[in-house]
């Protein structure tokens, strides 16, 4: 059972993974502030995991909750 549990756990991993890579090569192209403005705090889904790896990327750090560079 804990093997099965483990191998879905992987799966949907590698499937989030896979969303936020594909929505991170939208986001190339916008602005700091439009990502900083589309970030929302306590939401783990992929399009707001995508903004903060990409901000993050681009040398921002959140700190108490704001976006600085």
């Known amino acids: ?3 099965n549990l ?4 992987v ?3 590698q499937k989030k ?4 890579r594909d929505i991170r090569e939208q986001l ?3 602005s700091d502030s439009s990502l ?4 929302k705090k306590n939401d783990f ?5 995508a ?5 993050k990327d681009r040398g921002y750090s959140l700190v108490n909750g704001r976006w600085v560079k």
């Open 6 to 9: 483990l191998k879905s756990g």
């Open 28 to 30: 190339e192209g916008m």
């Open 17 to 20: 993974a896979g969303e936020v």
């Open 51 to 55: 903004i903060g790896v990409e901000l």
């Open 36 to 39: 900083i403005a589309m970030f």
């Open 11 to 13: 799966k949907n991993l």
């Open 45 to 49: 889904s992929s399009e707001n995991v």
């Open 1 to 3: 059972m804990f093997k």
